[in-house]
């Protein structure tokens, strides 16, 4: 018997103390989730809320509506009167006689163009409005994908700490086998190894995750705020989108769409009002002339008209604008209408065919990674197969549950973009 154990492979000191350090850091993994569920997670709608609250954007929002708002005030009132006066003292026969004029002078317009052009600015301003609510659909899209990016790289981190925690019950079947003399003290080696890069894999998805944290932290400009601890909370898997007919009748309500074809009718006023340059606008004077002398004053009522003569500029230029204008904002939106149409098309076909293949990997997937471990355990405890297929079964249930978080995280991404081209309008 001293004989045969002195034949044993002596399995290294190090050796003996894995199972020590492989229970310490699974506890340690499973410390860090039990801590981050103490701490108050972060949902997908108080990310996007924070977001668009903020000043800057509320700042950005206000700055654009005022300025829109300010053409109607323009065109909301008629220009003011000019005050002339005018002295004159012509000290011909008598040198005390004065001549004094008062006339006050109004811009008048009776051709409707300021009526136009009040309308126009009208419409300017319900394109601002649509262009902001396009833009904070982006704002929101670009959150929403911080967020689960977050939401992704935390789920993979649990995925590599379930990985580690399968490692340490598999040290226990190498090493019951080893203790036995079954197997050679390469086993465990390499089952070291395998930890050492599970390790590894952790650590890059904690710096992929810290990456993508400040990412999502920097949208509202706190930066000093970071929970790397915190976590997010949240369906990393999206729901079926509706029908796509559906999607594709609402697609003139796009807000980009919309603010376009609000920039174009803004346009065609401002042509309108362009083409009424037969009837100018006059300047109408009302006033008095007084004439004082040493034996003599009168005063006489002052009426003035001033007619500008639409002889060598029949305001070409102004209508030609206008007209190229329009005409360049209706090519954008049939082109815009196109693009948002097929992209509409394009992310609805990519997310329901995301949405079955992830339906047919859980189906056929999970069921054979479980039996494949079952299978790989007795098999390996029976001797029938070494380690490397051993740990290649529960690497093939890792690569499993990362395969299913990819295949999740894309078809997340997807149903982002369906939201942000059928986003009707967001309210910050």
Known sequence: MAQFKNHLPKIP??????????????????????????????????????????????????????????????????????????????????????????????????????KLRQSAAEFRLLSATDATQSRLALFKAKTRLYFFDV?????????????????????????KRALAGDVPGYDLKRLQREYASAVTHQQAEQAALHHSWELLNALWGDYDTVDFGSGV????????????????????????????????????????????????????????????????SDTALLVSIEIPLPLWNQNNAERIRYRAQAQKVDGKYRLEHQKTYGEIRGSWQELTGLLQAIQTFEQRGQTVSDELINIASISYQAGEIGVFELLDAYRERWAYDLDRLDLMHKARTASIELDRLTDTGIIP
Request: aromatic share 10%; proline share 4%.
């Open 151 to 175: 939401l992704y790289k935390q789920l993979r981190l649990q995925a590599i700490s379930t990985w580690l925690q399968h490692l340490v019950e598999l040290e226990k079947i190498i090493r």
């Open 13 to 114: 000191i190090i050796n003996r103390y894995f199972v020590t350090n492989t229970l310490f850091m699974a506890l340690l993994m499973l410390f860090v989730p039990a801590y981050a569920q103490k701490a108050a997670f972060l949902t997908e709608a108080q990310t996007v809320e924070k977001v668009l609250q903020q000043a800057s954007i509320q700042d950005w929002i206000k700055g654009t509506i005022n300025e829109a708002q300010s053409d109607i005030e323009e065109y909301s009132h008629w220009e003011n009167p000019t005050l002339y006066y005018l002295l004159d003292n012509p000290r011909l026969r008598d040198q005390n006689a004065t001549e004094q004029s008062y006339m006050i002078k109004q811009s008048i317009d009776l051709s409707g163009r300021r």
């Open 233 to 296: 909370s949240g369906e990393l898997l999206p729901a079926a989108p509706v029908a796509l007919d559906q999607l594709l009748a609402a697609l003139e309500q796009n807000p980009a769409l919309q603010s376009l074809a609000k920039q174009k009718s803004a346009f065609n006023l401002n042509s309108e009002a362009a083409e009424r340059w037969k009837i100018p606008k006059f300047n109408l004077g009302v006033g008095a002339k007084t004439f004082n002398a040493t034996n003599y």
